[in-house]
């Protein structure tokens, strides 16, 4: 046995990072598929395989109708919203040369790295917005930063250091050029609709509010915005030509897909639909705002959580004044097990903008099976940090 | 007689074994035969009337329909 130090309760509130524990039903699902079906969709013709293919239509039609599209041949899998985000910018914006992109200042380094990547090969200005002290965005100075020679716009639907959501609908709906939405922080947790948008490329993962495995991910392109893959190879498709298929999503997925990964994701995705979003999103809320009321009033605590709650996920960030977040997260966790995330959450420019950076936040997220005694054992824990910090 | 439809992407013959099982057809997910040009390995092959199933199947664009050892009975546009 490699690993250690996993015995006691621990009070996970590391959700953003990823969703922890799962449904049941969703090992359940990947076991099932392992064990019973196993096969490669769509490569061969047997029952196997064709039952795999299934399943792997099934959650892209589950996602579809999650995102509120039609067309779920336009729901390509990816390993991740990384490697989505990374098709997407690269297809927009290799061999433009020249023109800007639109982005927020709370866009994660998955979209932020390879923008600013794409933009210096391709000598294209970055604007980035910034937010408000609440880290609220603008929809209005998003809209300011576009002009005639705006390729894309960059937005980042919820923070995942603040939880503050930036509604990409009033800005969609006044631009023509692509609007690429990152909903990771969304997708599951957050009503979402791409609804009539025709502009709008959906960037998402399985593993957080979605409640799939790691390694699921993917992105909805609508109609009319044409890419070119990352990666060519076997689709089990059109297999006498050397050339990729033009047709989606087999021009996009080359290789075997996660397929265990897949069956998991469905069930996860049939669990949340079962619960309801919106009560989803109304417990995780609770918790937070329940979080954030009580250590608000803890003397040297500084909580990033002003603003409309509406416009909110289950996200907060705080930090002990005079203490390190990495030392308070590391407290949190050998002292009263409790599972937080310090830093700078691969958001640098989130942090630039409401100030904590280089040192980062210590960071809270609720989940679908988080409960009020444990934001109760949160708020104690931090209380007794904050207090021994400031010699209360 | 047996008819198979032939489809571009495996994603069409997943919508078509939608459709099909909704509308109570008996059909089954096959390979396609060798002597069929593959767009894809897999298609539907059905013993009812193909023109039935090819109305039910309309907005998943089919591209071809063959009656099994006989060749092609309809093509659709692939464009």
């Known amino acids: 046995m490699g690993e250690r130090g996993l015995s006691g309760k621990v009070i996970y509130l590391d959700n953003a990072a990823t969703s922890f524990p799962k449904p049941k039903e969703v090992w359940d699902a990947v076991l099932n598929y392992a ?41 390509i899998f990816t390993k991740n919203a990384t490697e989505a985000a990374n098709v997407v910018i690269r297809g927009l914006l290799e061999g433009v040369g020249g023109g800007n992109v639109v982005a927020t200042c709370l866009e994660h380094n998955a979209v932020a790295r390879p923008l600013k990547y794409w933009c210096r090969r391709e000598d294209i200005e970055l604007r980035v917005v910034s937010c408000s002290p609440s880290g609220e965005v603008n929809p209005k100075k998003v809209l300011e930063a576009v002009d005639e020679s705006t390729i894309a716009v960059f937005v980042n639907h919820a923070s995942n250091v603040f939880g503050t959501v930036t509604p990409f609908e009033d800005i969609a709906a006044f631009v023509s050029v692509p609007v690429v939405v990152d909903a990771t922080q969304t997708l599951g947790s957050y009503p979402f609709s791409v609804g009539d948008f025709s502009n709008v490329i959906v960037v998402f993962t399985g593993h957080k509010g979605l409640l799939g495995p790691q390694g699921t991910g993917g992105f909805y392109i609508p109609e009319g915005i044409e890419l070119d893959p990352l990666i060519r190879g076997g689709t089990g498709s ?32 049939r669990w949340i639909k079962s619960r309801g979003i919106e009560n989803i999103r109304k417990h995780e809320l609770e918790l937070a705002c329940l979080f954030v009321e009580a250590v608000s009033s803890v003397k040297g605590v500084d909580v990033y959580a002003s603003g409309d709650w509406s416009r909110r996920i289950g996200v907060v960030s705080l930090n002990v004044r005079g203490r390190d977040p990495g030392v308070v997260s590391h407290i949190l966790d050998s002292e009263y097990g409790i599972a937080t995330r310090a830093g700078l959450h691969c958001a640098p420019w989130a942090h630039r903008a409401l100030g904590t950076y280089p040192v980062g936040t210590v960071r809270f997220s609720f989940g679908p099976f988080n409960t009020e005694s444990d934001v109760e054992e949160a708020v104690r824990a931090v209380k007794n940090i904050g207090e021994g910090a400031n010699g209360c | 007689m047996k008819f198979y439809f032939i489809f571009r992407r495996t994603v069409d013959v997943m919508m078509a074994d939608e459709l099909l099982s909704k509308n109570n057809v008996s059909y089954k997910i096959v390979p396609v035969p060798k002597e069929i040009s593959s767009e894809c390995g897999l298609c539907v092959l059905t013993e009812e009337p193909w023109e039935k199933v090819l109305f039910l199947l309309k907005e998943v664009k089919p591209i071809a329909v063959y009656n099994g050892g006989k060749g092609l009975v309809w093509k659709g546009d692939i464009s």
């Open chain 1, 35 to 75: 064990c019973s079906i196993g096969a490669n969709p769509g490569r061969s013709g047997h029952r196997l395989s064709v039952e795999a293919a299934r399943l792997v239509f099934n959650c892209r039609r589950a996602l579809a109708e999650l995102l509120g599209v039609s067309a779920c041949d336009r729901i």
């Open chain 1, 238 to 269: 059109n297999s006498e030509s050397d050339e990729q298929p033009s047709f989606l999503p087999d021009r996009f997925e080359s290789g075997t897909l996660n397929v265990h990964g897949i069956a998991g994701l469905l069930a996860g995705i």
